[in-house]
């Protein structure tokens, strides 16, 4: 399969997510994963897609599926970014270094994972490292600003029609009311 079909190629920055590796890694879903992986799987994936909303960089977020035998892997669209199964025998850590070393050098990739030998590994084909801890702030702080904006720009309660036109609109309108 080839990850260029499911991306646009609107920024030249990526961002791989090696999405297992988030999931033991964050407390908030290393929790789910008692309940449901999949549960912790779709919360990560609603956190991302949340974060691209601010972001210029394409996110593949990439899970293994190596032990899925007759696996042929799959690629699909999240919202607004992008979901990898890795094929049969294929791990996550494989398929992301695949992917920064088939990128062409002037892209800006950065691979998300705490995984120290990765890290490595992705480094020295020109890749930027971000720990799982380091994008978890990221997308925890992206998220509370967009919530502090909302809060800001939220309209008020009663939406009533003198809240929301200008002064001088209002005082016309409160002439015409007292004339009957």
Request: charged residues 30%; hydrophobic residues 40%.
């Amino acid at each position: 399969y080839d990850i260029s079909i499911t991306m646009s190629i609107l920024s030249r920055e990526f961002l791989l997510v090696d999405g297992y590796n988030m999931i033991h890694a964050w407390q908030e879903l290393k929790e789910l994963v008692d309940i449901s992986l999949e549960s912790a799987r779709q919360k990560l994936l609603d956190m991302l897609s949340n974060y691209k909303g601010s972001q210029k960089a394409n996110i593949i977020v990439v899970f293994d599926a190596y032990l899925v035998k007759g696996n042929l892997g799959k690629i699909y669209r999240y919202h607004n970014i992008s979901v990898v199964y890795t094929k049969e025998a294929e791990t996550a850590d494989h398929f992301i270094e695949k992917t920064v070393h088939r990128l062409p050098r002037h892209y800006k990739v950065s691979v998300a994972t705490s995984d120290a030998l990765e890290q490595l590994i992705i480094s020295g084909n020109g890749a930027i490292r971000i720990t799982a801890q380091e994008l978890r702030q990221r997308v925890l702080t992206e998220a509370k600003e967009i919530r502090k904006k909302y809060i800001e720009n939220k309209p008020p309660k009663n939406n009533l029609l003198a809240d929301n036109i200008d002064k001088d609109a209002l005082d016309f309108i409160e002439a015409l009311r007292r004339q009957k």
